[in-house]
T-cell receptor
């Protein structure tokens, strides 16, 4: 079992819809969780971080964390074609004290007009 | 302010050559990470520096890989005797500190290494 798993894609949604991206992790000691967006040929760009159970909203993005279920998700409201990218879930696994990240394999999101 | 920069952006090496990849982190960032990203995969951890100290090199794939950060700012990842399986994008990331609230990592543009 991979340490960080993301829902298999690609995911295609119409413009204006809600895109839901999911991620599970295996290390119960994980403390911090991140979502990165990566456009084709570019490097990962941090879009959300979440450290405690519950929801965290930033603009059109909402991250949800459930440590008991070892589950983190990202919702994108009012999806735009510019949101089309690969979304990477990253977890501070191994209980390290400096933020070493383990990434999922990524979910490709396509928002079609 | 300026983000993380990396050079070169692209590198083509013949099998057996040595290469050096440079990373300039965000000014003042204590933590520096190197990751390797294969096509279609998420980045994989290679090594970590806290200031000039290399505290974790558990992800380096072989003893041909070596990294340093002698003055606690710029870092260099060196690969000796490159092999075709070393072809990947090498990403550098930095974060402000070592507490949970400062774990957010910011990535440079990466160096795409192709070994022929």
């Amino acid at each position: 079992q991979k340490e960080v798993e993301q829902n298999s894609g690609p995911l295609s949604v119409p413009e204006g819809a809600i895109a839901s991206l999911n991620c599970t992790y295996s290390d119960r000691g994980s403390q911090s969780f991140f979502w990165y967006r990566q456009y084709s040929g570019k490097s990962p760009e941090l879009i959300m971080s979440i450290y405690s159970n519950g929801d965290k909203e930033d603009g059109r993005f909402t991250a949800q964390l459930n440590k008991a279920s070892q589950y983190v998700s990202l919702l994108i409201r009012d999806s735009q074609p510019s949101d089309s990218a690969t979304y990477l879930c990253a977890v501070n696994a191994d209980g390290t004290s400096y933020g070493k990240l383990t990434f999922g394999q990524g979910t490709i999101l396509t928002v079609h007009p | 302010g300026a983000g993380v920069s990396q050079s070169p952006r692209y590198k083509v090496a013949k099998r057996g050559q040595d290469v050096a990849l440079r990373c300039d982190p965000i000014s003042g960032h204590v933590s520096l990470f190197w990751y390797q990203q294969a096509l279609g995969q998420g980045p994989e951890f290679l090594t970590y520096f806290q200031n000039e100290a290399q505290l974790d090199k558990s992800g380096l794939p072989s003893d041909r890989f070596f990294a340093e950060r002698p003055e606690g700012s710029v870092s260099t990842l060196k690969i000796q005797r490159t092999q075709q399986e070393d072809s990947a994008v090498y990403l550098c990331a930095s974060s402000p500190g070592t507490s949970v609230s400062s774990y957010e990592q910011y990535f440079g543009p990466g160096t795409r290494l192709t070994v022929t």
